[in-house]
């Protein structure tokens, strides 16, 4: 049974204030910026704050895609390891 079939109505600064703590811990100075220019809870926006937290979300995997380019991880073509190539293979006997 949902929540609004037994009358309960749960408002939105509460909604609001759910999200952010639902998040991991690597999202809390996203959380203490989002909440730093609200004077009130009770004026805490749910879809505002999601919007952050989206826009938050959006900025990390771009971050990490850019790192992704500018660091591509290395992986031995001959023994098939990570962390060095072929030409630096010490599986290879000369």
Sequence with gaps: MELAEMGIVIKD???AI???KSLPLSYDKCVATIFAGIKDLEQADSRYV????F???MRREY???????????K????CKKPGHLM?????IVL
Excluded: H, T, W
């Excluded at 992986?75 to 001959?78: A, D, G, I, R, V």
């Design 13 to 15: 600064y509460l909604l």
């Design 18 to 20: 759910v999200m952010s």
């Design 50 to 53: 999601a919007n952050k937290i």
């Design 55 to 57: 826009e938050e979300e």
């Design 63 to 73: 971050k990490s895609e850019d790192a992704n380019i500018a660091f591509p991880r």
């Design 75 to 78: 992986y031995c073509s001959n």
């Design 87 to 91: 030409e630096d293979c010490y599986g």
